[in-house]
């Protein structure tokens, strides 16, 4: 069977700080040697409670906006109920103008734990409703002026911000989550879906129920506005590739296989894996590289060199 790979993108996803020291220039140098290598993003996960040392997404896409020039940048994903959407409207459309139209929010619920709701002002009981009000309230900002709502979690009277976001059809809001309500949502109020560790099977199966269930509620998606985040790492042996990814791994699934939601091993392996997702319906990637600190930039350097061609030359 001949794939076509025309509108597949390859992104780099950052869990954490990968880097073997804290010093800031090596994101810089990372996100440098990613633009060069034609990797097509970089997505930023969000933890605003955590004593794991996370930046906040908004803040470090800001800083890749000022040190290039195509390399496009999102969030995987952003926790929408723990922040107020007209403060966020503003920030993407800032990031959007400032970078020429290259800010992708995908969003989610947040976290599990409590305490992170309670820290940021809000609850976890309604965050449901909150991000789905969110959405609405962000598009409504991004497309006019004087917008006033009334929702049950928001208020707005007259309200305008500027400047506006430059892609023509707005900042597209893609969604995560791979359960009922989040296919559901999706289909409902997103402009895309991008999963965290799912399996092909589970992607093929999916991709067709938010089609089908989009046209039911009047959204629009577009064919290619599907994608999954898939962590690697590169060995000569899948064995070896599995001890250097033991302690960063973070698939939450017993489930499953690990192979069949991880590339472990020689990069023909992550191949297989990527064309068994875009046989699926797939078309956009944000794979993370599970390593110890001293590989991150090798691992990067082998994406772009083993794999990245294979999918951007068209």
Same mark, same amino acid.
């Given at each position: 069977?001949?794939? =076509?790979?025309?509108?597949?993108?390859?992104?780099? !996803?950052? %869990?954490?700080?990968?880097?073997?020291?804290?010093?800031?220039?090596?994101?810089?140098?990372?996100?440098?040697?990613?633009?060069?290598?034609?990797?097509?993003?970089?997505?930023?996960?969000?933890?605003?409670? %955590?004593?794991?040392?996370?930046?906040? &997404?908004?803040?470090?896409?800001?800083?890749?906006? !000022?040190?290039?020039?195509?390399?496009?940048?999102?969030?995987?994903?952003?926790?929408?109920?723990?922040?107020?959407?007209?403060?966020?409207?503003?920030?993407?459309? /800032?990031?959007?103008?400032?970078?020429?139209?290259?800010?992708?929010?995908?969003? $989610?619920?947040?976290?599990? /734990?409590? =305490?992170?709701?309670? !820290?940021? @002002?809000?609850?976890?009981?309604?965050?449901?409703?909150? /991000?789905?009000?969110?959405?609405?309230?962000?598009?409504?900002?991004?497309?006019?002026?004087?917008?006033?709502?009334?929702?049950?979690?928001?208020? #707005?009277?007259?309200?305008?911000?500027?400047?506006?976001?430059?892609?023509?059809?707005?900042?597209?809001?893609?969604? @995560?989550?791979? %359960?009922?309500?989040? #296919?559901?949502?999706?289909? +409902?109020?997103?402009? @895309?879906?991008?999963?965290?560790?799912?399996?092909?099977?589970?992607? %093929?199966?999916?991709?067709?129920?938010?089609?089908?269930?989009?046209?039911?509620?009047? =959204?629009?998606?577009?064919?290619?506005?599907?994608?999954?985040?898939?962590?690697?790492?590169?060995?000569?042996?899948? +064995?070896?590739?599995?001890?250097?990814?033991?302690?960063?791994?973070?698939?939450?699934?017993?489930?499953?296989? *690990?192979?069949?939601?991880?590339?472990?091993?020689?990069?023909?392996?992550?191949?297989?894996?990527?064309?068994?997702?875009?046989?699926? $319906?797939?078309?956009?990637?944000?794979?993370?590289?599970?390593? &110890?600190?001293?590989?991150?930039?090798?691992?990067?350097?082998? *994406? @772009? +060199?083993?794999?990245?061609?294979?999918?951007?030359?068209?």
């Amino acid at each position: 069977m001949t794939i =076509n790979y025309d509108k597949v993108r390859i992104g780099m !996803a950052l %869990s954490g700080w990968p880097f073997p020291s804290n010093d800031p220039a090596q994101l810089g140098a990372y996100v440098s040697e990613l633009e060069n290598l034609d990797i097509d993003s970089l997505w930023f996960t969000d933890r605003i409670v %955590s004593e794991t040392f996370t930046l906040e &997404p908004v803040v470090a896409m800001s800083f890749i906006a !000022a040190i290039t020039k195509k390399l496009k940048f999102g969030t995987s994903v952003i926790g929408l109920p723990l922040r107020n959407p007209t403060v966020l409207a503003k920030e993407i459309a /800032t990031l959007d103008y400032l970078s020429n139209g290259r800010a992708l929010p995908a969003v $989610g619920l947040g976290p599990e /734990t409590e =305490n992170d709701y309670e !820290a940021c @002002g809000t609850d976890k009981k309604s965050r449901v409703g909150r /991000t789905e009000e969110a959405v609405e309230i962000m598009r409504l900002l991004w497309s006019g002026n004087n917008v006033s709502y009334e929702g049950n979690h928001f208020t #707005l009277n007259n309200i305008s911000i500027e400047p506006k976001p430059v892609q023509k059809n707005l900042p597209p809001i893609w969604f @995560g989550g791979r %359960s009922e309500p989040a #296919l559901n949502r999706t289909a +409902k109020i997103g402009d @895309g879906w991008l999963v965290s560790y799912a399996t092909a099977e589970e992607v %093929s199966m999916s991709i067709p129920k938010i089609k089908t269930r989009a046209l039911d509620f009047g =959204n629009h998606i577009e064919e290619d506005h599907y994608g999954a985040l898939i962590s690697f790492c590169f060995a000569d042996s899948r +064995k070896e590739a599995e001890q250097l990814a033991y302690k960063y791994n973070i698939v939450r699934r017993e489930d499953v296989d *690990l192979k069949d939601v991880t590339a472990f091993g020689p990069p023909d392996i992550l191949i297989e894996l990527l064309d068994n997702f875009i046989e699926a $319906g797939a078309t956009k990637f944000t794979l993370r590289s599970a390593c &110890p600190a001293e590989m991150t930039f090798d691992q990067m350097r082998l *994406l @772009g +060199k083993d794999i990245v061609p294979r999918y951007h030359s068209g």
